[in-house]
């Protein structure tokens, strides 16, 4: 009786000092000393934040990302840097949860649990500053036929120059000035809504809302491919995906220089994405009568033990996109001069949902909204969000990778869950060339800071220093969590007591360096 509340008090209390509530437990090898240990990694560090302290951290950080690409004055330099720590162990770990994968495909186990971490670590391991994918190609790129190539929308085009930076303005009085863009994107009405619910939910288009949310990521690619084109150069942005009340996602996005407002409006009417995946309309398959699974040849027709087409050959015999998206007509132009108060409140306005799911703006005491939701979710039960995506079954299609146990209605997808209502891709899109800095050396300034203000030296690693592993669940050497938390407030403690003594030495000499410390703490 006594140990959960132990546990519930820690974690309380960790919260309180902004500790990471989820630690990842990992064995760490130290090559110098030749000693293994097991050491405590945030959760928000390793994969997408899930805890509120480290929600909260990286949410300041985006802050800082944003604050220092928006009004760039000069090109950001970018050179590949030697891999750090952080980025050592995500390989290490994809390196290992793709051998249990394999290990576990080789005896024609489910490997949902390894794809979901792996589609997981994909993005964190982009996101800590790596280009690219672990596994290289090793297929060839489909050759679609012309007539299924996305049509070049009907848009002015301006002859690209090689440059990141916005036009500046000079006044008569040689006062220089950099506008840059806010902008807001919003998916079409599916139906008229009065406090985030439909008004008639039998004729609320969920299922064209639930299409447009599981492909918003790639109407968002096309919309700034399109933006590009028609700017002539390089435009940078920092954009959030934020849930509208009505359970839509839309777009928040600063976008480094400026364009006319007519013109973003139309890129805006005139960009859409054309989903060319095999028809999902009626089902083939459902209830009882479902695909069977054979080895060595894929799933059968039950009744007729016909086999059904793969991935590859339904995609040859799809003649027509399964689903357009384009957005809506609402946007929502703002220009935007460096160091306001409007520009701060952008910045505010971009990360004000990061630390919430999609589903997250949904009121608990309101059925309705409850109500909405659960249809929304039920849109989304049977629509197929990927290739790979077992709902294939259901339309008479085997999935891209099939492999037995595979049941339409249970894919284990971020996107089918009511958390995510469709949407499953990052919740911020920085383009590569925004600030100088990944998310990773974000994170990187601030230690540095903090330890120079220790009046210790930040050593950069040595890369090779450690050799970092997976803990086995169960393993003896990890402490019990309310152990580990409460250590790591100790730690804390001991560190903000230092940070204050060094913040009364600053003041009484009238140095004060308070920016970063709030956000380091
Ligand atoms: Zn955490
Ligand atoms: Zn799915």
């Not at 309380?12 to 000092?17: D, G, L, N, R, S």
């Not at 000393?33 to 050491?39: A, F, I």
């Not at 079409?188 to 939910?201: A, L």
């Not at 460096?338 to 589903?359: E, M, N, V, W």
């Amino acid at each position: 009786m006594a140990q959960p509340l132990a546990r519930e008090v820690a974690v309380e209390v960790a919260k309180q000092h902004g500790v990471c509530i989820r630690p990842v437990p990992l064995k760490r090898l130290d090559i110098h000393t030749g000693t293994w240990d097991v050491v405590d990694v945030p959760c928000g560090a390793t994969l997408e934040a899930t805890c509120p302290p480290c929600a909260k951290r990286n949410r300041q950080l985006r802050m800082a990302q944003c604050r220092e690409g928006w009004h760039l004055d000069q090109e950001p330099v970018i050179t590949p840097d030697e891999p750090n720590d952080e980025q050592r162990w995500l390989i290490e770990f994809r390196a290992d949860i793709q051998a249990q994968h394999d290990q576990a495909v080789s005896k024609g186990e489910d490997t949902a649990d390894q794809d979901a971490i792996i589609t997981e670590l994909d993005g964190e391991i982009n996101e800590a500053g790596m280009r690219g994918n672990v596994l290289s190609r090793t297929t060839a790129k489909r050759n679609r036929s012309t007539r299924r190539r996305q049509d070049a929308p009907n848009l002015p085009k301006r002859a690209m120059t090689a440059t990141t930076l916005g036009r500046t303005f000079t006044s008569s009085d040689g006062k220089t000035y950099r506008p840059s863009l806010f902008l807001t994107l919003t998916l079409p009405s599916y139906g008229k809504i009065r406090n985030g619910v439909p008004v008639d939910p039998a004729s609320y288009d969920y299922a064209r809302a639930a299409r447009d949310a599981l492909h918003f990521s790639k109407l968002v690619d096309r919309f700034v491919q399109n933006l590009r084109r028609v700017a002539g150069y390089d435009v940078q942005y920092f954009a959030a995906v934020e849930p509208q009340k009505r359970l839509a996602p839309h777009l928040h996005m600063a976008i480094r220089g400026t364009l006319p407002r007519a013109e973003i409006k139309q890129i805006a009417a005139a960009t859409y994405h054309q989903v060319w995946w095999p028809p999902a309309e009626t089902a083939a398959f459902d209830g009882d009568h479902l695909p069977i699974w054979e080895d060595g040849v894929g799933y059968l027709n039950p009744a007729t033990g016909e086999v059904l087409p793969t991935w590859e050959q339904a995609l040859d015999q799809t003649a027509e996109p399964l689903h357009v998206s384009r957005f809506g007509v609402q946007v929502d132009v703002q220009g935007v001069l460096a160091g306001t108060p409007d520009a701060d409140q952008c910045i505010r306005y971009l990360s004000k949902y990061l630390t919430k799911s999609i589903a997250d703006s949904l009121d608990p005491d309101d059925q309705a909204q409850k109500d909405h939701a659960a249809r929304m979710t039920e849109a989304l039960r049977f629509e197929p969000c990927s290739p790979t995506c077992p709902n294939w079954l259901r339309y008479g299609v085997q999935p891209k990778g099939a492999k037995p146990g595979m049941m339409p209605g249970r894919c284990r997808s971020k996107a089918h869950k009511p958390d995510h209502l469709g949407y499953a891709g990052r919740r911020v899109l920085v383009s590569r060339k925004w600030s100088n800095k990944t998310l990773t050396e974000h994170k990187q300034d601030r230690r540095t800071w903090v330890l120079e203000a220790l009046g210790q030296n930040d050593q950069p690693p040595d890369p090779h220093r450690y050799v970092w592993k997976p803990v086995p669940a169960g393993d003896a050497n990890v402490a019990p969590l309310a152990v580990r938390l409460l250590r790591s407030v100790a730690e804390r403690q001991r560190w903000r007591t230092h940070m204050a003594q060094l913040q009364a030495q600053a003041d009484s000499q009238d140095l004060s360096a308070t920016d970063g410390l709030a956000g380091a703490a």
